[in-house]
Protein backbone atom coordinates (compact mmCIF):
# COMPACT_ATOMS: atom_id res chain seq x y z
CA UNK A 1 0.00 0.00 0.00
CA UNK A 2 0.99 3.52 -0.60
CA UNK A 3 0.23 6.99 -0.30
CA UNK A 4 1.01 9.67 -2.24
CA UNK A 5 0.03 13.46 -1.29
CA UNK A 6 0.39 16.48 -3.29
CA UNK A 7 -1.29 19.65 -4.52
CA UNK A 8 1.05 21.40 -1.56
CA UNK A 9 2.46 25.07 -2.84
CA UNK A 10 2.83 28.64 -1.78
CA UNK A 11 -0.57 30.38 -1.22
CA UNK A 12 -1.71 34.09 -0.23
CA UNK A 13 -3.28 34.55 3.30
CA UNK A 14 -7.16 33.72 2.52
CA UNK A 15 -6.16 31.99 -0.07
CA UNK A 16 -7.30 28.50 -0.96
CA UNK A 17 -5.37 24.95 -1.63
CA UNK A 18 -6.52 21.66 -2.29
CA UNK A 19 -4.42 18.66 -1.64
CA UNK A 20 -4.98 15.13 -2.51
CA UNK A 21 -4.19 12.12 -1.25
CA UNK A 22 -3.49 9.01 -4.20
CA UNK A 23 -4.06 5.44 -2.42
CA UNK A 24 -2.38 2.65 -4.75
CA UNK A 25 -1.76 -1.16 -3.58
CA UNK A 26 -5.24 -1.41 -2.03
CA UNK A 27 -9.39 -0.32 -2.67
CA UNK A 28 -10.51 1.99 -0.85
CA UNK A 29 -13.20 0.11 0.97
CA UNK A 30 -13.49 0.05 4.41
CA UNK A 31 -11.01 2.89 6.09
CA UNK A 32 -9.85 5.89 7.93
CA UNK A 33 -7.63 8.24 6.44
CA UNK A 34 -6.16 11.59 8.10
CA UNK A 35 -4.55 14.32 7.33
CA UNK A 36 -1.28 15.52 9.37
CA UNK A 37 0.83 18.57 9.53
CA UNK A 38 4.28 19.30 11.01
CA UNK A 39 5.84 23.16 11.19
CA UNK A 40 8.82 23.58 12.04
CA UNK A 41 10.32 22.66 15.79
CA UNK A 42 6.59 21.56 16.40
CA UNK A 43 4.86 18.35 16.31
CA UNK A 44 3.13 16.67 14.22
CA UNK A 45 -0.44 17.23 14.68
CA UNK A 46 -3.65 15.28 13.19
CA UNK A 47 -5.80 18.56 11.07
CA UNK A 48 -8.80 15.94 9.61
CA UNK A 49 -9.82 12.45 9.10
CA UNK A 50 -12.61 10.73 7.07
CA UNK A 51 -13.86 7.16 8.29
CA UNK A 52 -15.24 5.04 5.29
CA UNK A 53 -18.38 3.32 7.43
CA UNK A 54 -20.60 6.34 8.24
CA UNK A 55 -18.51 9.22 6.35
CA UNK A 56 -17.70 10.40 9.77
CA UNK A 57 -15.32 13.15 9.76
CA UNK A 58 -12.85 15.33 12.21
CA UNK A 59 -11.17 18.48 12.34
CA UNK A 60 -8.75 19.87 14.55
CA UNK A 61 -10.08 23.44 15.83
CA UNK A 62 -7.74 25.26 14.47
CA UNK A 63 -9.29 24.24 10.96
CA UNK A 64 -12.73 23.54 11.34
CA UNK A 65 -14.80 25.73 9.30
CA UNK A 66 -11.81 26.07 7.08
CA UNK A 67 -10.71 22.70 5.88
CA UNK A 68 -13.16 19.93 4.44
CA UNK A 69 -12.02 16.61 4.21
CA UNK A 70 -13.84 14.15 1.40
CA UNK A 71 -13.19 11.67 -0.70
CA UNK A 72 -13.57 10.05 -3.94
CA UNK A 73 -13.30 6.10 -3.79
CA UNK A 74 -13.31 5.34 -7.51
CA UNK A 75 -10.17 7.33 -7.91
CA UNK A 76 -8.66 6.13 -4.32
CA UNK A 77 -7.84 9.59 -3.43
CA UNK A 78 -9.04 11.63 -0.09
CA UNK A 79 -8.63 15.38 -0.57
CA UNK A 80 -8.20 17.96 2.24
CA UNK A 81 -9.96 21.29 0.98
CA UNK A 82 -8.03 24.45 2.37
CA UNK A 83 -9.61 27.72 2.71
CA UNK A 84 -9.29 30.80 4.37
CA UNK A 85 -5.42 30.01 4.38
CA UNK A 86 -3.64 31.77 7.50
CA UNK A 87 0.38 31.61 7.84
CA UNK A 88 0.17 29.62 10.68
CA UNK A 89 -1.21 26.63 8.70
CA UNK A 90 2.33 26.76 6.61
CA UNK A 91 3.67 23.16 7.45
CA UNK A 92 4.67 19.86 5.46
CA UNK A 93 1.27 18.38 5.20
CA UNK A 94 0.81 14.11 5.39
CA UNK A 95 -1.95 11.68 4.80
CA UNK A 96 -2.04 8.42 6.80
CA UNK A 97 -4.25 5.39 6.86
CA UNK A 98 -5.87 3.20 9.03
CA UNK A 99 -7.37 -0.01 8.71
CA UNK A 100 -9.38 -2.44 10.39
CA UNK A 101 -9.48 -3.53 13.58
CA UNK A 102 -9.83 0.45 14.57
CA UNK A 103 -8.47 1.01 18.10
CA UNK A 104 -11.22 2.48 20.83
CA UNK A 105 -10.20 6.05 19.86
CA UNK A 106 -11.55 8.79 17.51
CA UNK A 107 -9.88 10.11 15.89
CA UNK A 108 -7.12 7.51 15.81
CA UNK A 109 -3.82 8.39 17.76
CA UNK A 110 -0.86 8.86 15.36
CA UNK A 111 0.85 5.08 16.21
CA UNK A 112 -2.48 3.44 15.24
CA UNK A 113 -2.03 4.87 11.14
CA UNK A 114 -0.70 2.09 9.30
CA UNK A 115 0.59 3.59 6.41
CA UNK A 116 2.18 7.16 6.01
CA UNK A 117 2.53 9.12 2.64
CA UNK A 118 5.49 11.42 1.61
CA UNK A 119 4.74 15.21 2.68
CA UNK A 120 3.79 18.19 0.38
CA UNK A 121 5.09 21.89 1.49
CA UNK A 122 2.53 24.09 1.87
CA UNK A 123 3.30 27.93 2.79
CA UNK A 124 0.96 30.19 3.34
CA UNK A 125 2.42 33.84 2.83
CA UNK A 126 2.12 37.45 1.44
Known amino acids: VQLQAFGGGLAQPGGSLRLSCAVS????????IGWFRQAPGKEREGVSY????????YYSDSVKGRFTISRDNGKNTVYLQMNSLKPEDTAVYYC????????????????????WGQGTLVTVSS
Open 96 to 115: AMDLPPYGSSWPPRLWELDY
Open 25 to 32: GCTLDEYT
Open 50 to 57: IRSSHGST
